[in-house]
Nanobody, 118 residues
Framework: QVQLVESGGGLVQPGGSLRLSCAASGSIFAYTYMGWYRQAPGKQRDLVASITRAGTTNYADSVKGRFTISRDNAKNTVYLQMNALKSEDTAVYYC????????????WGQGTQVTVSS
């Protein structure tokens, strides 16, 4: 049973920083990529950042230069370092780990709340 466990969310003031973690139950190289998505109330869930098996990263325009996705292969963990946080970054953040192959698998974490407010 694949499990993705997120942690690191919380309340932070505008301009502050948080680091989210997503720990996978197995090797992160089993997944086509690992990504962070977010969903604000009343809005769709959108991609924030992703990292492929090869280490290629991708970011939403709204977070470029402020967020960094990285991974620790030994710990099977992916991180999202979030700096210069804004109120519009407030959302539930989800970790996703899909596998695209002859069969498609799509794994999601339970989500962690990030609230940016003074």
């Amino acid at each position: 049973q694949v499990q993705l466990v997120e942690s690191g969310g919380g309340l932070v003031q505008p301009g502050g920083s948080l680091r989210l973690s997503c720990a996978a139950s197995g090797s992160i190289f089993a997944y086509t990529y690992m990504g962070w998505y977010r969903q604000a109330p009343g809005k769709q869930r959108d991609l924030v950042a992703s990292i492929t098996r090869a280490g290629t990263t991708n970011y939403a325009d709204s977070v470029k230069g402020r967020f960094t996705i990285s991974r620790d292969n030994a710990k099977n963990t992916v991180y999202l370092q979030m700096n210069a946080l804004k109120s519009e970054d407030t959302a539930v953040y989800y970790c996703r780990a899909p596998i695209y192959g002859s069969t498609f698998y799509d794994y999601w974490g339970q989500g962690t709340q990030v609230t940016v407010s003074s």
